[in-house]
């Protein structure tokens, strides 16, 4: 069974998730409008991988026991200034969400909820992969700036991403 105090962090975190997939679609939005349809659907990708995440959190807080809640997203930011504007926020919203999954492992250590725990380990792993795609993503934008020849390539590459869904066991 799930506390009341843990149930509210893992909604909250849930919404995090949710509310990071309309984002990185806005950030697709941006990239398309920018005619580098590349990095659009990179953003796409990551859209999905961060719908599949909410739905871990959905998943996991009904099969401990707990009351899943659907809480209000804010409209998330839709223009940027450059292609290593939007990478920089996305690395930012990163970053943040990585201080939220280190605190809800902090709390269901503090409620001794092993199961939370076991769960959350993924999550603390994948914001290790997720914070280094950026951070790649960025470095390599900052390699190419200001050529259109470099940008065009760079949105070549990172066309080929494709979704892949997590394992059950993930």
Same mark, same amino acid.
């Given at each position: 069974?799930?506390?009341?105090?843990?149930?509210?962090?893992?909604?909250?975190?849930? =919404?995090?998730?949710?509310?990071?997939?309309?984002?990185?679609?806005?950030?697709?939005?941006?990239?398309?409008?920018? @005619?580098?349809?590349?990095?659009?659907?990179?953003? /796409? $990708?990551?859209?999905?991988?961060? &719908?599949?995440?909410?739905? =871990?959190?959905?998943?996991? %807080?009904? @099969?401990?026991?707990? /009351? %899943?809640?659907?809480?209000?997203?804010?409209?998330?930011?839709?223009?940027? =200034?450059?292609?290593?504007?939007?990478?920089?926020?996305?690395?930012?919203?990163?970053?943040?969400?990585?201080? /939220?999954?280190?605190?809800?492992?902090?709390?269901?250590? =503090?409620?001794?909820?092993?199961?939370?725990?076991? &769960?959350?380990?993924?999550? $603390?792993?994948?914001?290790?992969?997720?914070?280094?795609?950026?951070?790649?993503?960025?470095?390599?934008?900052?390699? $190419?700036?200001? @050529?259109?020849?470099?940008?065009?390539?760079? @949105?070549?590459?990172?066309?080929? /991403? $494709?979704?892949?869904?997590?394992?059950?066991?993930?």
């Amino acid at each position: 069974m799930i506390n009341p105090k843990l149930q509210d962090a893992l909604n909250e975190q849930m =919404k995090n998730e949710f509310f990071s997939a309309y984002l990185y679609m806005a950030m697709a939005g941006y990239f398309q409008s920018e @005619d580098l349809p590349g990095f659009a659907s990179w953003m /796409r $990708v990551q859209a999905l991988e961060e &719908m599949t995440h909410g739905e =871990k959190f959905f998943k996991f %807080t009904c @099969d401990a026991g707990g /009351r %899943t809640e659907l809480r209000p997203i804010d409209g998330p930011q839709n223009t940027f =200034k450059s292609p290593l504007d939007a990478f920089e926020f996305g690395l930012k919203h990163e970053l943040f969400v990585t201080d /939220r999954i280190g605190k809800l492992m902090d709390l269901s250590r =503090k409620e001794g909820h092993h199961a939370a725990q076991i &769960m959350l380990q993924w999550f $603390v792993t994948e914001q290790v992969e997720e914070e280094a795609s950026f951070s790649l993503i960025i470095r390599k934008l900052k390699r $190419v700036e200001g @050529d259109g020849r470099g940008l065009l390539l760079l @949105d070549q590459e990172l066309a080929a /991403r $494709v979704f892949v869904p997590p394992t059950a066991a993930a």
